[in-house]
């Protein structure tokens, strides 16, 4: 199953101003260009992660993959980074700064699985691993756990070979729970969020990665490894 989260973008779809300089009228053009770009990387990964889980799935009759979400990073998102790091919003720096345009989350059956994905990228001679940021052998301040790659896409154009780069996140079911949970109660519910919310996160995190490698242990057969 994928799920995407954004479509592709027009000319007609970003808001330029009616007085505007020569300058925004080309940043609009160059983020077209940037959005059309991204999403081509985007689909040569997320084809790449459906091969690898459809051979895998072949040859051991288990699906390491449980489903992709991906999407485009919007404009506005973008631009606000860009800002927020001290940048000046142009396309030049959305090259040179930005390595989240294109995201893909892959959301694994188990946490082997996601060595598994990991070991079978690193070792590829397609897609070179940027940078590497294991949040499950050390998890965030928050109790985040994911195993995040920048990985270099190549993508065939009209003038060429490009490489643009892509974040894979690789996370569990039950890692992806909690993130999606924490998120929503961190920064979208109007309640405030206490330190104390914050902790009780953090055991569920615990909790969740206990579970984990359980589920793996009755996946493989082994014996219960219970703490009593
Ligand atoms: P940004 O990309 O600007 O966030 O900075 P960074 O590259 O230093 O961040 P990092 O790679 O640690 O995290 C990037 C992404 O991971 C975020 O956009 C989230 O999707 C996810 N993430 C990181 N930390 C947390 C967290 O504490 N909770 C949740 N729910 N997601 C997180
Ligand atoms: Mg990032």
């Known amino acids: 199953m994928m799920i995407e989260k954004s479509g592709s973008i027009r000319l007609k779809d970003i808001p ?10 080309e940043l609009a053009q160059g983020m077209v260009r940037v ?21 895998f799935a072949s040859l051991y009759d288990h699906s390491p993959i ?13 631009s606000d980074k860009l800002r927020r790091r001290g940048y000046d919003v142009t396309i030049d720096n959305i090259y040179a700064y930005i390595q ?4 893909i989350r892959v959301i694994c059956n ?35 756990r994911s195993l995040h790659l920048i990985i270099d896409v190549p993508i065939v154009i009209s003038e060429g070979t490009l490489h643009l780069p892509v974040e894979i996140q690789l996370r569990t079911i039950a890692m992806d729970m909690w993130a999606s949970l ?47």
């Open 16 to 25: 330029i101003p009616s007085g505007a300089t020569p300058e925004q009228r």
């Open 35 to 55: 959005n059309h770009l991204y999403r081509s990387a985007l689909k040569v990964a997320v084809t790449q992660m459906e091969i690898l889980d459809e051979e």
């Open 66 to 78: 449980h489903h992709i979400e991906y999407r485009i990073k919007t404009l506005e998102s973008i």
């Open 100 to 103: 989240d345009v294109a995201g």
């Open 110 to 144: 188990y946490l082997d699985d996601i060595y598994y994905l990991r070991s079978l990228l690193t070792r590829s001679e397609s897609f070179k691993v940027l940078r590497e940021v294991d949040y499950i052998q050390q998890p965030k301040e928050s109790g985040y």
């Open 182 to 228: 924490e998120h929503e109660l961190r920064y979208k519910s109007d309640r405030n969020f206490s330190d104390s919310d914050a902790a009780r996160l953090r055991l569920c995190s615990e909790a969740i990665s206990e579970i984990d490698r359980e589920m793996q242990d009755i996946y493989q057969g082994k014996e219960p490894s219970y703490h009593e």
